[in-house]
Each structure stands twice: as C-alpha cells, then as structure tokens.
C-alpha cells in the first residue's frame, strides 16, 4: 500500500522559513515523480515543486511565485522529500500536500493527508 505521511507545517511570520517533510511507504521516490501542491482557502490545488520520474527524463519545476525562496529535495535512503520553504509570505498561507506518481506530477495518483502552513503578517 502506497502512504504518504507529511509533516512540519505550521504559523511562522513573514519572513521566516519552515521545513516540509514527506515519507513515502510501499513506493520508491528514487522511480516515481514527485513534489508538493497547495491549496489556499477558496483557490484551486497548485503545484509548488515536483521532480519528474526517471523515465520522464531530469527536471524539477518550481512555480514563479516560489522560485528563488522554496527548494524540493529528496533523501533516497529515507524514501523522503523535503520542501524548504524561506522568506515566507502571507500569500503563501495554504495546505500544502505532497503527492507521488509512477510518471508525473500532473495528475498524481497518490496524495498525502496535507500539512497546514500559515504565514502571518
């Protein structure tokens, strides 16, 4: 059975920074594609950072408004992936889920339980 299990979210202030973590069970992040969504109060679920799959070649998106401040990685031995998150905005206020897929991020098939992240001014 394929788990995802987040954790690490929290209130931090503007400017601060926090550390998603996400361990995957019955599935191996080094073959699947994987990374992180977030869905704001009344905005639809957006990716943040995935990385593709090996058989989707060597890529890693971030979206615009994340760039330069948050960073996916991933520990092979823990089956775990990360998102670093600094200099936190309040817009970035969101559940923030992890999802893993055999091929790509767009349409993954499996989710996480969502960890809350609130960013005040």
């Known amino acids: 059975e394929v788990k995802l299990v987040e954790s690490g979210g929290g209130l931090v202030q503007a400017g601060g920074s926090l550390r998603l973590s996400c361990a995957g069970s019955g599935f191996s992040f080094e073959a699947y594609a994987g990374g992180w969504f977030r869905e704001a109060p009344g905005k639809e679920r957006e990716a943040v950072s995935c990385?593709?799959?090996?058989?989707?070649?060597?890529?890693?998106y971030y979206d615009d408004s994340v760039k330069g401040r948050f960073t996916i990685s991933r520990d092979n031995a823990k089956n775990t992936v990360y998102l670093q998150m600094n200099d936190l905005k309040p817009e970035d206020t969101a559940v923030y889920y992890c999802?893993?897929?055999?091929?790509?991020?767009?349409?993954?098939?499996?989710w996480g339980q969502g960890a809350q992240v609130t960013v005040s001014s």
């Open positions: 999802a893993a897929d055999p091929h790509s991020c767009v349409g993954a098939t499996f």
């Open positions: 990385f593709s799959s090996p058989s989707s070649g060597d890529y890693t």
